[in-house]
């Protein structure tokens, strides 16, 4: 049996913009049973989005799989292929975001836009997330 943790409410009111900006959004309804939060209909990928609280969202990615693996395990039962992708989006009490597309083993991260982070732009924008986190600014998203 997959555990799902308490919708994070906070997190979704705030993903909506977001969201938005990708395309028509539908929410799922709660449950115990519910696969994903919401979807982003536009015209290809269409996208089955999970939205979580992030205690740690600095935290490498392997640490992330292994703390949301039963999330992770609810998206990868979606049927995937060019024109549907699954992503698990992360919030800090802050409002930093981080994005990740799902793939069959891991997550890869991705802008707000769904765009693949180039290589060593993870590292500096979370070198700059930590930062203003720090000293208690809020983040904007990527």
């Given amino acids: 049996m997959i555990h799902r943790r308490a919708r994070a409410h906070r997190a979704l009111r705030d993903?909506?913009?977001?969201?938005?900006?990708?395309?028509?959004?539908?929410?799922?309804?709660?449950?115990?049973?519910?696969?994903?939060?919401?979807?982003?209909?536009?015209?290809?990928p269409i996208v089955f989005a999970t939205i979580m609280f992030a205690p740690k969202i600095l935290a490498p990615v392997p640490e992330l799989v292994e703390y949301y693996a039963s999330d992770l395990a609810r998206l990868r039962v979606i049927a995937r292929d060019a024109a549907i992708v699954t992503e698990l989006w992360i919030r800090s009490r802050h409002g930093t975001w981080r994005f990740f597309q799902v793939t069959p083993s891991t997550i890869v991260e991705i802008d707000r836009d769904g765009n693949r982070l180039e290589s060593g732009k993870t590292i500096e924008y979370l070198a700059g997330v930590a930062e203003r986190e720090k000293s208690g600014g809020v983040t904007p998203s990527l």
């Fill in 15 to 44: 993903a909506i913009p977001i969201a938005k900006a990708r395309g028509l959004i539908q929410l799922a309804m709660g449950g115990p049973e519910r696969i994903y939060d919401l979807s982003i209909v536009s015209k290809i």
